[in-house]
């Protein structure tokens, strides 16, 4: 699939600060899958069309501030808090009130706050090198709100400078960085057509600032699914877990800790699939 055909299949719907890129594909039980930073819906053209087949209704959204979604100024904008809101009146929109939940990355942030609004809103979840708690919280930046910050992220805006932060981007993000000319045609895209105001929030305050979702965390009451890069840079499942274990209350059987790096999608997209279905099924 080219990135042409990816957005060729989105569909927008408009808020009053913007518009949210979508694809809304198939029938039957809705799945979510939520990407993180500075990716887009593109991270899982290669597993939303195996999950239809299957028979689910998938929804793969492009956030507020990245892939097709619209980027407006403003700093505040990018909140977690209103980044969740977003995604829920976005599910609103589809008349959708449950339904199985991926996340990866910061999507996991948009995911917690999400659930503080609307506990009940998420049927299962399935965390893939996610965004938990601060012990597995290991960013490759860090910079604070000010002009050295925006001048890095604006380096994403310009070819020759894009190329080399992507080409470093993949080599600590894979194993094996085997993605075609097309395959980075579509996570350069949407940088080179600036949208990095999204990013510049989360590497700006975010890293600095990471919400506590420990006390909310005993409260949720889903089936937890986890697949994990076992060789992140950026995202560790060791350090943290034994008290994500405990208090998302995920048997063992659920946790599938894989060969693989952050990017997890792009090295084993046939084997989320199939675990995502097989534990949407037993949990039926």
């Given amino acids: ?3 042409t055909e990816f957005k060729g299949k989105q569909h927008f719907f408009k808020l009053p600060e ?6 809304d594909e198939g029938h039957g039980e809705p799945l979510l899958l939520l990407h993180g930073v500075p990716t887009s819906g593109w991270l899982y053209r290669h597993i939303f069309p195996e999950l239809v087949q299957k028979g689910y209704r998938v929804i793969v959204p492009d956030m507020f501030g990245y892939g097709s979604s619209d980027s407006p100024k403003g700093y505040e904008k990018y909140h977690e808090k209103l980044q969740a809101e977003r995604l829920s009146k976005l599910m ?11 996340l990866h990355d910061a999507g996991g942030l948009w995911t917690w706050e999400l659930l503080k609004q609307q506990p009940k809103s998420i049927k299962l979840l399935i965390i893939l090198n996610t965004i938990i708690l601060k012990p597995g919280f290991t960013p490759p930046m860090r910079f604070g709100n000010n002009f050295i910050t925006k001048f890095v992220m ?3 805006s310009y070819k020759l400078t894009n190329n080399m932060l992507m080409k470093g981007l993949f080599k600590s993000g894979l194993l094996e960085n085997n993605l075609s000319k097309d395959d980075i045609e579509g996570y350069k895209t949407p940088l080179l057509q600036g949208k990095i105001k999204g990013m510049y929030y989360f ?11 420990s006390s909310l965390l005993p409260t949720l009451e889903q089936q937890v699914l986890v697949i994990w890069g076992k060789h992140d840079e950026f995202l560790k499942w060791e350090p943290q877990q034994d008290q994500v274990k405990q208090a998302l209350n995920i048997e063992t059987k659920h946790i599938h800790i894989i060969e693989g790096k952050h ?21 039926n």
């Fill in 1 to 3: 699939m080219t990135y």
């Fill in 18 to 23: 913007g518009r949210i890129a979508y694809i």
């Fill in 92 to 102: 609103e929109h589809l008349s959708i009130n449950k339904w199985t939940h991926m």
């Fill in 154 to 156: 604006n380096l994403y």
């Fill in 203 to 213: 590497f700006s305050k975010t890293c600095h600032n990471l919400p506590d979702y």
């Fill in 263 to 283: 990017f997890i999608q792009e090295e084993v997209p046939q084997k989320i699939s199939n675990l995502t279905h097989q534990f949407i099924q037993e949990s």
